[in-house]
């Protein structure tokens, strides 16, 4: 159990804007483990006649050909490597779509306490838009951006170069959250001054141990309490 805050009351006080990632950290990954896992090869197999396990095979090796990369994220560039409608079966299935425990609790406080909101997603902006509108947290945000608009992932330095020019910024007035610690690394490379990862992005996987950075299951675990200061005040 938690004892006490990741951030002081102090930390949080310096954050200017709150950098968010959206599958994994405000949206449960398990919608999207589900579509590249297993409906995906299911899918793939029907459209090429194929065994599941042959299709599943084959899938996996285009996986890891691209991840990392911007086509890795790009719901046009796997429809025309595989031949299948992906935004159309997303769209099919974005009744599975789930926020995170403390997601909207979370938001709600930051926006509260005048946080810039900034969505930072390596989804495509087709994704995106499917599950903005089954989440209904866009209104929660200042902007939100697409990785696809920069032409680089987050996994690129360049990305975080572009952003902060964009968004008008510093980087050193910035938390950012991700489920994905290499990408936390190339966040903090770039000045980004606070990162924390999120520990269980699939709520049907266990959680994550032996992490590098700090990190929370739910994003209101970041809320500084009062008992901390308080702690810290009386030593």
């Known amino acids: 159990m938690v004892q006490t805050s990741i951030l002081t009351a102090e930390q949080w006080q310096s954050i200017r804007t709150v950098l968010l990632d959206m599958d994994g950290t405000l949206l ?7 579509f590249w896992l297993r409906q995906v090869p299911r899918l793939y197999a029907a459209q090429h006649k194929l065994e599941i396990e042959q299709a599943r095979q084959q899938l996996f090796d285009l996986y890891h050909e691209y991840k990392g990369t ?19 079966h997303k769209k099919q299935l974005a009744h599975n779509i789930a926020l995170r425990p403390g997601t909207l609790e979370f938001l709600q406080q930051a926006k509260a306490q005048r946080k810039q909101l900034v969505l930072v997603t390596n989804a495509h902006p087709d994704t995106l838009q499917v599950k903005l ?18 032409g680089q ?6 990305f975080w170069q572009q952003l902060e020019q964009t968004i008008e910024a510093e980087l050193s007035e910035c938390l950012f959250i991700d489920d994905t610690e290499s990408i936390l690394t190339i966040a903090q490379q ?22 590098v950075y700090p ?16 702690s810290r005040s009386k030593k």
């Open 153 to 158: 992932p987050k996994e690129s330095v360049s």
């Open 133 to 150: 509108d089954k989440s209904l947290i866009a209104d929660y945000f200042d902007e939100i951006y697409s990785s696809h608009q920069f």
């Open 70 to 88: 911007l086509n890795w994220y790009c719901t046009d560039f796997w429809s025309e490597q595989l031949q299948l409608d992906i935004i159309g």
């Open 28 to 34: 449960d990954l398990a919608f999207d483990n589900d």
């Open 215 to 230: 990190n929370v299951n739910q994003l209101t675990e970041l809320m500084p309490r009062e008992t901390d200061g308080q």
């Open 190 to 211: 770039s000045g980004v001054k606070f990162v924390v990862a999120v520990n269980q992005p699939d709520s049907q996987l266990p959680q994550q141990e032996s992490m």
